[in-house]
Nanobody, 119 residues
């Protein structure tokens, strides 16, 4: 079992920055992939960014949605068992509930954290 707890959601102005954190606990050694998804009101949950590897191996692969490429950066701190999402140059369309995700033989989800981009 894997437990995921997000934090860092907030209200930010357009053009601003925010960093989300996801603390992982439980059977973290078995996690093969981690990432961030988001869901805006009335829309389906969509992929934001994923990271494969970066745990016990040196191989790391990143994947980003086209809408966030060049603005968002996903990273993983193994010593702290924490996943991050650095969001820069934010836009109103980034407003959503952001969910941390992990894959370890099945999907694991955090409870979500609200991000609102508005002036």
């Amino acid at each position: 079992q894997v437990q995921l707890v997000e934090s860092g959601g907030d209200l930010v102005q357009p053009g601003g920055s925010l960093r989300l954190s996801c603390a992982a606990s439980g059977s973290i050694f078995s996690i093969q992939r981690m990432g961030w998804f988001r869901q805006a009101p009335g829309k389906e949950r969509e992929l934001v960014a994923t990271i494969t590897g970066g745990g016990s191996t040196t191989y790391v692969e990143y994947n980003y949605a086209d809408s966030v490429k060049g603005r968002f950066t996903i990273s993983r701190d193994n010593a702290k068992n924490t996943l991050y999402l650095q969001m820069d140059n934010m836009k109103p369309e980034d407003t959503a509930v952001y969910y941390c995700w992990a894959w370890s033989s099945k999907n694991y989800w955090g409870q979500g954290t609200q991000v609102t981009v508005s002036s």
